[in-house]
Nanobody, 123 residues
Framework: QVQLVESGGGLVQAGDSLRLSCAASGRTFTFYAMAWFRQAPGKEREFVATINRIGSSTDYTNSVKGRFTISRDNAKNTVYLQMNSLKPEDTAVYYC????????????????WGHGTQVTVSS
């Protein structure tokens, strides 16, 4: 098991940037592929981005490509989500997740989750 704690959320205006962080503790961080998911009010949780164990491969949902960047620092046991050009439709609770399978968008492949951090983008 790995414990995950997200931070960096907040209230911003459209066009602004935020960087989310997810600090991991417990089992070896490099055992895990990492991902970000989000859940908007009244909607199901959806995939945002994922990165493999060594940071050499990433994948993004279409709506954030070119605006969001996922990265990881294995020396700091931390994964990041840099979010630029934020839009009101990016408003959601953002969750960090860890799993043993790389390059997957399925929530079922991630068995460690953080509690989430709220991102609110005003128009």
């Amino acid at each position: 098991q790995v414990q995950l704690v997200e931070s960096g959320g907040g209230l911003v205006q459209a066009g602004d940037s935020l960087r989310l962080s997810c600090a991991a503790s417990g089992r070896t961080f490099t055992f895990y592929a990492m991902a970000w998911f989000r859940q908007a009010p009244g909607k199901e949780r959806e995939f945002v981005a994922t990165i493999n164990r060594i940071g050499s491969s990433t994948d993004y949902t279409n709506s954030v490509k070119g605006r969001f960047t996922i990265s990881r620092d294995n020396a700091k046991n931390t994964v990041y989500l840099q979010m630029n050009s934020l839009k009101p439709e990016d408003t959601a609770v953002y969750y960090c997740a860890a799993g043993r399978r790389s390059n997957t968008r399925s929530q079922n492949d991630y068995d460690n989750w953080g509690h989430g951090t709220q991102v609110t983008v005003s128009s």
